[in-house]
């Protein structure tokens, strides 16, 4: 009598084991739902970024030198850096997934390398007096980084990455007049058209 009393209690209350796998189990379902919505970019705000490229375009365009065009574009560039870094953050922490594990440390590992060469070649070809290839160089770099960085993301990311590509490619070709254009359609444009579905379906 007594051992079947056992076998029966042990029957209506399951090892602790067995719960602390099913918290597992939930805990990476729940985990793994997150990651899938995360793109380790934050499309508001590269809206933001890119309403500020497209004031900068047209700022830059009256400048009257290559020296104060140049500190406009680089201003700007390191306020849509700040931004996008802030926002980012916010997106991480409202996703509850920590920013540097997983596909935000993926994306900033990729992006980093190639945004540190596009400032040093900045700098060199001003010093050489070749500010005029310097948006085609930033567009193909960025490009570039966000195509390697989106390898893990949605679809979305790698696409923009490509079109920044194609930007910079036709600004190699084009006249120098059209550089501000260009770059306040790729930086500008590219950022708002790709922001605005990644921020409604993606987390923000």
Known sequence: MGKILSFKSKVDNP??????AMDNLEFIRNTMESSSTFTA???WGMVVVGLIAIGTALF??????SERWLLTW????ALALVIQLWALILKSRRSGIPLFSGPGRKFILAVSPTIFAGAVLTLVLHRAEMVEIIPAMWLLLYGASVAAGGANSIELVPLM???FLLSGSIALITPISWNDWILGFAFGGLHILFGIPIARGYGG
């Open 15 to 20: 090892p602790a084991l067995h719960d602390r």
């Open 41 to 43: 970019v934050s499309g």
């Open 60 to 65: 830059a365009s009256l400048q009257p030198t």
């Open 74 to 77: 680089l201003v700007a560039g």
């Open 161 to 163: 990455g490509f079109c």
